[in-house]
């Protein structure tokens, strides 16, 4: 994984919010929440502080109630981004967490899916997440729709590569990927008449929004509120 990321702003971390209950899948730790009856399933993959952050685990939730099984896998391996240590490395620990490496590890996750006859698989990810999503959405038979919110460097060749139904949430302020670079994928998005694409930025957001929000916030819980709706709308469509 190459480029910048945000470390700014990390959530408090919990292993036992939520309404679901954590279990190990092709050895990793996950999150699991929702319907296991379902033949829907959505795999969330999360930014840089980990699948533990409470506002993660609640939007996991909150997508379970609609009908769907949720995995939040720990793809950071008990390793998010600790910024609160004097001595950590944002560096050494983007290097240490190859955004490859997590595509790969997803593709166990949704092959582990499929087994139990999950039929139908949506991903969405959070920056450091979204780097991993656009690497998942070039083949038909891994996922069948994609979201990316607040995304972490994307590149052009990824999204010519994209094959699903293709969703980016941005910032309206964001120092790690703009709402002009979005605004040209954007560009290349429209151009592939095979694949449906829906970009969108939000005025008034900066990275990190969906998630890293207060929940005293009113106007920031709003803004949240509505990208999650439109992720939610998105999966509806295509996760079938």
């Known amino acids: 994984m190459s480029g910048p990321m945000c470390f700014s702003n990390p959530p408090k971390l919990s292993s036992t919010c939520g309404a679901g209950n954590v279990e190990e899948i092709v050895g990793l730790q996950t999150y699991v929440t929702g319907r296991r009856d379902s033949h829907r399933a959505i795999l969330?993959?999360?930014?840089?502080?980990?699948?533990?952050?409470?506002?993660?685990?609640?939007?996991?939730?909150k997508v379970a109630d609609t009908g769907f099984f949720v995995v939040v896998p720990?793809?950071?391996?008990?390793?998010?981004?600790?910024?609160?240590n004097p001595n950590f490395d944002p560096e050494a620990w983007i290097n240490?967490?190859?955004?490859?490496?997590g595509s790969e590890d997803a593709k166990k996750v949704i092959a582990a899916l499929k087994s139990k006859g999950y039929t139908a698989i949506g991903a969405a990810g959070f920056c450091w997440g979204g780097m991993v999503v656009v690497k998942l959405a070039n083949n038909l038979d891994c996922i069948q729709a994609a979201v990316v919110l607040h995304p972490g460097p994307m590149t052009e060749d990824e999204i010519n590569e994209v094959r699903v139904p293709?969703?980016?949430?941005?910032?309206?302020?964001?120092?790690?990927?703009?709402?002009?670079?979005?605004?040209?994928?954007?560009?290349?998005?429209?151009?592939?008449?095979?694949v449906d694409s829906f970009v969108k930025i939000?005025?008034?957001?900066?990275?990190?929004?969906?998630?890293?929000y207060k929940d005293e916030d009113e106007a920031a819980v709003k803004k949240a509120e509505e990208s999650h709706l439109d992720m939610l709308n998105w999966f509806t469509k295509y996760i079938k």
């Open 166 to 194: 293709f969703a980016i949430l941005g910032a309206e302020v964001d120092r790690i990927f703009s709402a002009e670079k979005i605004k040209h994928l954007a560009s290349i998005l429209a151009q592939k008449s095979e």
């Open 44 to 61: 969330l993959i999360a930014d840089a502080f980990g699948y533990e952050a409470p506002n993660l685990r609640k939007l996991a939730d």
């Open 96 to 101: 240490a967490h190859p955004s490859d490496k």
């Open 74 to 84: 720990d793809f950071l391996f008990g390793d998010p981004a600790d910024v609160g």
């Open 202 to 212: 939000f005025p008034g957001t900066e990275h990190g929004w969906t998630t890293r």
